[in-house]
């Protein structure tokens, strides 16, 4: 008994303590990632933005919450009922379970894999499923065409994403985050990888389908695409996903390129400061980024969506994936 | 261990249901559904098995790009299953017949199974020691370095399909305005605009 508590039990409940503490703060910034997003806009549009519900309007994600929850759930006629409430789960449940993998800080993570950097690709390479599901399911014009764009415009922007990591973990000798970021400690890579650093940025905004790429459910011509038929809580769990997509994106973008919970330069004063501050500033820097690209790029068009990431991005990233191979090589830096 | 053949357990039940599922949904787009989660959990057993890197490359290709490609294809499909199964009678004698003849190679497969001498020692080969150095660098050595040149051929194997395909679905279309980045930017205002002073009354001609 005694083994099966020290085994089994305690391990058990110290990983879920852990998932608990990565879980909380998360959904927490999600909520809060919304408001900030609406400020941002606001300001940056000459408007105020919610600023009624508690003070400075710091209380608006949670009334939107309880609306969202006393709505009425919607299922269309026709549609197929499993899938289309599997859709939304899966979209959320995928930008929670990345985080498994995810440094914060040295030493702070669920699962400490080999393969952390693999696991990230695999799973960012599943968000499509949530959005074919949805417009499939929902037996809808609008929501089809919607999947439809998404799907062919994800498999598109992965394939730079791989080529991108691929550059990154050559430089580092290793597919483990934590010692991609140990391997960041002279310099940050978005300084030697900058081309990269920027494709990635913007393949991440392909990726998560945000703005100028939102065409997955671009209003003016689609309603809301893919998510036309939701409403109520299947509608939120959507909105909460892209919401947590786009901050899991920017942990991954920190860790690749901006040096994960390191100081910016080997300062004691800088040093003190706790890695998770580092990293969560980081992270807000990234989420800053995509939403002032969201109030400056008018919508890209389908073809021309089409065209950068095939004839622009794919050719770039493996130029300098084989750029970088060589430079490794010829200078005898490759890591073992 | 008790663990780690729980979840051998769960992940070869739920693989082997769902692969069943495969095959008796009515539903095409069902049947890829499960199709997905047939290959999660054969990623699973990689993972049990302690081969991390082929679990995560197999979630990466077949969940990731294979299966979304198969998804997109079926979704597109307009099935009536009303249909399907009006032919059924009709076709059975040839799908048994076929179904019966694909069972008796297998069984000659099967039957006249030998390991080859090569295979036996290439088996006893010692691998690197896990313990030492992770699984994909174990992998990667051995691919890089002994099979290199049957890596590249299947490297060349893949370019010479991708080639294929691309030849096969190009169809030069005539009268399409296409976008021509170059153009627009080398595009200056004194090409297109000219400033006219017009006389009242009169106009350009």
New interface residues.
Partial sequence: MAEFING?LIPFAWILGKILLFVLPLLVAVAYVTYAERRIIGAMQMRIGPNVVGWFGLLQPFADAVKLLTKETVLPTGS?PV?FFLAPMVTFSLAMIAWAVIPVNEGWFISN???GI??L??VS??G??GI??AG?ASNSRYA?LG??RS??QM?SY?VSIGFVMISVLLTAGS?NLSEIVMAQKGMWYFIPHFPMFVIFFVSVLAETNRHPFDLPEAESELVAGFMTEYSSMSFALFFLGEYANMIMMSGVVTILFLGGWLAPFDIAILNAVPGIVWFALKISFCLFLMIWVRATFPRYRY??LM?LGWKVFLPLSLIWLVLTAGFLVYTGRVPV | MI?ASLAFYLFSFIAVVSALNVIFQR?P??SV?WL?LTFFNAAGLFLLLGA??LA??L??VY???VA??F??VV??LDINVAMIREGFMKYLPVGAFIGIVLLVELALVFGGWAMSPEAQALRLAPTPDLTQI???EALGRIMYTQYVYVFQAAGLVLLVAMIGSIVLTMRRRVGVRK?DISTQVNRRAEDTVEVVKAEVGKGIA
Avoid: C, K
Wanted: glycine share 2%.
């Fill in positions: 089994y197929s899938v894999i080999n393969v693999l696991y690709f695999a390479s599943l499509v499923y074919v599901m499939w089809f999947a439809m799907a062919a498999v992965e597919l073809d021309q065209r | 663990i539903n787009v069902h559904l997905i991390e890197f995560m490359i979630v990466v969940v990731g790009a979304v490609l998804l997109f979704m597109m992770p699984n994909t976008q």
